[in-house]
């Protein structure tokens, strides 16, 4: 199984801020066929179901506002928040789709500093 | 737009078994795979298995094998995780997920249901 590993657990940034939230693979989920990274990161708010946020490592999803970014490739992977917004305080996961079982992340929970 | 439905709360006794539904509208249900995702209380997710677009192929973690089955009814466009012999750490939350990447199945989980809390207690 390939296991997923996000960090730090918990992150506290001021409104305004940029919030930088790490997720490691034990494995590459990039797929050389294609060159797509099998990545997405998620975020849940308490009481609602995760939410798509980021696919294939770097295309944010429609909707999803632009001060949201995903990078890396391989195995080290990085989703960044350009300018950390009251409405994005959440717990973020990241997950690998390249091979079964799916895997997530243990979650960062993000709060206002 | 897309949709997935689940069915409401349970409660169940140990060893009891539970089937929750989720309801697909809004795109072609017989297109997409669907995973199955639980959240104990105030832990992460975990993945339990996926059913194939075509309902040709199942594949479950190794964790719940032999007592979860994920099965779909297209006419109904509605996907069902039935998990047996309960225990208290069944306790979850269980969301249904689809796969964005179509028909093969390994894509980023675009449409979420809402949840189902089952409680599994004496």
């Known amino acids: 199984d390939i296991v997923m590993t996000q960090s730090p657990d918990s992150l506290a940034v001021s409104l305004g801020e940029r919030a930088t939230l790490n997720c490691k693979s034990s494995q590459s989920v990039l797929y050389s066929s294609n060159n797509k990274n099998y990545l997405g990161w998620y975020q849940q708010k308490p009481g609602q179901p995760p939410k798509l946020l980021i696919y294939w490592a770097s295309t944010r999803e429609s909707g999803v506002p632009d001060r949201f970014s995903g990078s890396g490739s391989g195995t080290d992977f990085t989703l960044t928040i350009s300018s950390l917004q009251a409405e994005d305080v959440a717990v973020y996961y990241c997950?690998?789709?390249?091979?079964?079982?799916?895997?997530f992340g243990q979650g960062t929970k993000l709060e206002i500093k | 737009q897309v949709q997935l439905v689940q069915s409401g709360a349970e409660v169940k006794k140990p060893g009891a078994s539970v089937k929750v539904s989720c309801k697909a509208s809004g795109y072609t249900f017989s297109t997409y795979a669907m995973h199955w995702v639980r959240q104990a209380p105030g832990q992460g997710l975990e993945w339990m298995g996926w059913?194939?677009?075509?309902?040709?192929?199942?594949k479950y973690s190794q964790k719940f094998q032999g007592r979860v089955t994920i099965s779909r009814d297209t006419s109904a466009n509605t996907a069902y995780m039935e998990l047996s012999s309960l225990r208290s750490e069944d306790t979850a939350v269980y969301y249904c997920?689809?796969?964005?990447?179509?028909?093969?199945?390994?894509?980023?989980?675009?449409?979420w249901g809402q949840g189902t809390l089952v409680t599994v207690s004496s």
């Open positions: 997920a689809r796969d964005g990447g179509g028909s093969s199945g390994y894509g980023h989980f675009d449409y």
């Open positions: 997950q690998q789709y390249y091979s079964t079982p799916r895997t």
């Open positions: 059913i194939s677009a075509g309902n040709v192929n199942t």
